[in-house]
């Protein structure tokens, strides 16, 4: 269907908008709310607006440095500056915030619940076809890389 030579099969932000989809259904068919209130709202909008900062730093980066942001696409450098020093993966980060953001707005437990599903989709629908296509792009670079910097943080 959507899958390409990297192996990924559907592009993360729509991995993460259909577990949000999901969360909401199931807040409409069994409402589980959490506690709201002023200090929720502003660290929702806290992780939010860390996780767009995040992935514009993380993004005009990788376009500065003439590689693709496209999860189908073939990278043509291994950057390891700027978010790329404290995360292999600074976008699905800021992804994760984001969701962890409308998590907080949302005061549903549903998003919480479905949160380690969303990590597991990506790591095993994502990231290990991406890590794969960069051991064979970088091969020993790439693995010195990520002997020093972790996955998500």
Not at 4 to 24: C, D, E, M, R, S
Not at 91 to 98: K, P, R, V
């Given at each position: ?28 068919l ?60 600074p ?59 972790r996955?998500?943080?």
């Open positions: 269907m959507f899958k390409n030579a990297t192996g990924v099969i559907l592009p993360p932000p729509i991995i993460y908008l259909l577990f949000l989809a999901v969360a909401w259904l199931l807040e409409a069994l409402p589980v709310a959490l506690p709201k209130n002023i200090w929720t709202d502003y660290l929702g909008w806290g992780l939010i607006d860390a996780g767009v900062l995040l992935m514009l730093w993380a993004g005009l980066l990788m376009l500065w440095r003439k590689t693709t942001v496209n999860p189908y696409g073939k990278p043509a450098k291994l950057l390891e500056e700027g978010p790329f020093r404290f995360s292999r993966n976008i699905y980060l800021a992804d994760s915030l984001i969701y962890l953001g409308i998590a907080l707005l949302w005061a549903s437990l549903w998003p919480w619940l479905l949160f380690p599903a969303v990590i597991v989709t990506m790591q095993r629908g994502v990231i290990v076809h991406e890590e794969r296509l960069l051991i064979q792009l970088f091969g020993d670079d790439y693995r010195a890389y990520c002997a020093r910097v996955r998500w943080l």
